[in-house]
Structures are given as C-alpha cells and as structure tokens.
C-alpha cells in the first residue's frame, strides 16, 4: 500500500492546500463544489495532494480511470504517439485512424464509428444521428422527430441534454429548452410502449444510471427495450459512457442481459484518463446518414487520441479488467451489504465494480461523509443529497478496497 500515513493531518489545512484553493476561488467560475484537496501526482488506485498526503481514489473520475491513474501502457501508447503527431484535423487523414475506428467497431459488433471528445459531445452526436435516421430511413416529417428518454438521466450538461434532464440544478436558468423529447419513468417499459409513436426515432437511455445513484434496472427491462424498439422501428441508443469498457463486469453493462443496441455511445474511460475521447458506435446504415460537412470537430478522432483508444480497445479485448471488476465487485458489494445489514447504509445498488449507497440523511448528508472519508484517505462523491457513489479503478488491489471499506465503516459510525 503505502508507508505514508494516507491522509494523514486535516485536508484542505495546509498552506499549499489553501492557496491552491484561494486561487482555483479567484479566478474559476464556481461551477464545481469540490473538496478541500489539491492532488498533485498519481498512480495506479492512488492520489498525492501538495502537502503529501495519500489518499485511494474509489471515483476514479466517474469512471474515466477505469485502468487507473497512469497507466503504463497508455501512458507508453501516448509518449510514442506525442513524438510522431498529435493533431491533423479531420481535413486530412492519419495513419491511427483507421486502425482506431475498426478496433472500437470490432469490439461493439458493429461496423460504423464517429469519434468525438466528450461525452456530452457524443450524446449530442447520437441525438443528431437519430433525428437524421429518422428523417431518411423511417421517413418522418421533418422538424417532427422524437426522442424517448428516462427520468433521472443524466448525459451531460449541454443546452439539448439540459432540455430532457429531470433535474432541476441542471436546467433551473437555462432555457428555452430543446424540444423533442419525451420523458417516461426509469425502468417502465409500459409507460415508453404508451408513448412512443409514428414520429418516434430513438430511445436514449443509460442501462445503469450513474448521477441518480447508480440505479439499476429490473430485471429484464434491457431486452423489454431492445424487444420494444425492434418492434416499433426505432432506435435503441445506449449511453454506456459511465456503465461501459469493463465498470459492470462485462464490456458493456447491457451485455448483463444479452442485449445489443443500435447505437452505443462511449466515452470516458475511452481516454483511459489520458486524453477526451469519445465515440458514437453504430452500423454503417444508422451512422452512414451523415454526409461530408454536416458533423464534426476539429480533435474529434485525432491521432493522440486514437492511439490511447486504440490501446484502450487492446486492453479490454483480454478481458481481464472485466473479470477483475466482476470480482471486486462481488467482493465490494459483499462489504457493502454487511453495512446495510448492520444499519450503516440504508440502502446499496451497483453491478461490478460500481455501486450506489445512501445513507440516513438523519446522521450525514452526502458531502458531510465524503468529508470524513477524505480526512481517512478517501477519495469519493456524493449526488442527491445523502447518496455516495464508489467506482474504483478496475486495478485496485483488493487489499486497498478493503482498507477503503474499513475506512467507510469508521466513517459510518
């Protein structure tokens, strides 16, 4: 583990600490509340602020460090890749490209890929390429495409994705809205067969809601979607930004029911936490609607970026981080239910190596237990109130889990 005491002292006391944070105050806009900790270096499941204290990181960046902070062969991938070129835009071609795009093809099932950077990015790509399926395949009228989404959803924080949140911190200030987009309960199947319709062109849903509190879906309700979209000629899109490349176990968290979807969209842990990267991944007949100059970004599939992704893809074919997240996670969620059945927690989702709890909002509020985690050497995030979410890199060692949930108990008590 480590011979530094982790976390040793008051986080966010220490001089360096404070004037870190004093100039992040003065010159940021304050979009963020993060906690009083100023990281400074990183490596595998662990994080050193500027006063050298050590802490284990169970946010692993909302599952962006799915691999772990540094890791060797991506950050190998990216030193080669920084020496030889790192940007072309997409006006001209680059020799990692296509390597990128039919490994990520590959590994989805499908045949089609279109590279963005981040995840909000992706999304707004998937939305635009089911409108314009939807005009041209389906054939509805145009200006009249509908989306059905979930309530609770989160798929970035751009003015479209905003316009179909349910959450009133992100929307509360931001209109006019996006029309478009049709809102039905998280895990009701019969409440989305009731309203999709003849303009309907998509389903967007995430197959595990991750900001909400890591919910997970009834049993069933993957292939009830996948069953309904085929019957009624629309598009099952996927966000498997947060749920996928390896965070459940499988691949994809929709691979837990065999189901495969129109459209994946991928992000974060595509960048393996080196770069953004981000893709929509689909078959040439749904993502072939685009046509030069229609869509596009200036680092969207550039080459730095590949190359991490590329590796990313290599990585993940072997299928060991799946099966170290599958059991972790069974390791994780054990503890975790010890918890819940000691009144600790009152409640825990999550699959693999991801997992919700709430606690009593009665004795903390989410942040407040995050604070007396960060102050055991404990790095993770509260959402709504009194619910944390853990996502640890799918390297740690079982030893630091262990001692990350010994450190969550002493907190709890």
């Known amino acids: ?77 990216a030193k080669a890749q920084l ?16 390597d990128f795009c039919r490994a990520l093809a590959e590994l989805c099932g499908k045949d089609a890929v279109l590279p963005m950077n981040t995840g909000a990015e992706a999304v707004e790509t998937a939305v635009k390429t089911a409108r314009k399926w939807g005009y041209q395949v389906k054939g509805v009228s145009d200006g009249k495409a509908r989306i059905v989404v979930a309530a609770g959803n989160f798929h970035g924080r751009t003015t479209t994705v905003i316009s179909f949140s349910t959450d009133p911190e992100a929307r509360a200030g931001f209109g006019p809205y996006t029309p478009g987009f049709d809102i039905v309960p998280y895990g009701d199947l019969a409440a989305m067969e009731a309203v999709i319709g003849d303009d309907t062109v998509a389903v967007l849903i995430e197959p595990i809601q991750g900001e909400a509190g890591v919910l997970v879906p009834p049993p069933g309700y993957l292939a009830g979607v996948r069953r309904l979209t085929a019957e009624r000629g629309v598009l099952f899109i996927a966000d498997e930004i947060q749920s996928g490349l390896g965070r459940t176990g499988r691949t994809f968290a929709c691979d837990h029911e065999d189901v495969v979807p129109d459209v994946y969209v991928l992000g974060k842990a595509l960048g393996g936490g080196v770069v ?29 970026a590949c190359a991490v992704g590329l590796e990313v893809v290599a990585m993940l074919r072997t299928g060991e981080y799946q099966r170290r997240a599958a059991e972790l996670g069974e390791h994780l969620h054990g503890g975790l239910a010890a918890m819940a059945a000691e009144g600790l927690l009152t409640a825990v989702r999550g699959r693999g190596l991801w997992a919700g709890i709430d606690v ?51 907190a709890l008590r």
């Open 1 to 77: 583990m480590t011979t530094t005491t982790p976390g040793a002292g008051s986080p966010g006391t220490g001089g360096a600490t404070a004037r870190e944070i004093a100039g992040a105050e003065a010159y940021s806009a304050h979009n963020y509340h993060p906690l009083p900790v100023v990281i400074a270096s990183a490596e595998g499941a662990w994080v050193t602020d500027v006063e050298g204290r050590r802490y284990v990181d169970m946010l692993a960046g909302y599952s962006a460090l799915n691999f772990g902070h540094g890791n060797p062969r991506l950050i190998a991938a």
């Open 83 to 98: 020496e030889r070129v790192t940007l072309t835009s997409r006006a001209f071609h680059h020799d990692r490209f296509a």
């Open 276 to 304: 953004p990267v981000s893709a929509v991944v689909a078959s040439r007949d749904v993502l072939g609607v685009f046509r030069p100059g229609e869509h596009g970004s200036t680092f969207g599939g550039n080459p730095l």
């Open 360 to 410: 009593d909002p009665e004795r903390f509020t989410g942040r407040a237990l995050t604070e007396a985690l960060l102050a055991r050497g404990v790095l993770a995030k509260d959402t709504h109130g009194s619910t944390i979410r853990l996502a640890p890199p799918l390297t740690i060692s079982k030893e630091d889990l262990d001692w990350s949930l010994e450190r969550l108990r002493e």
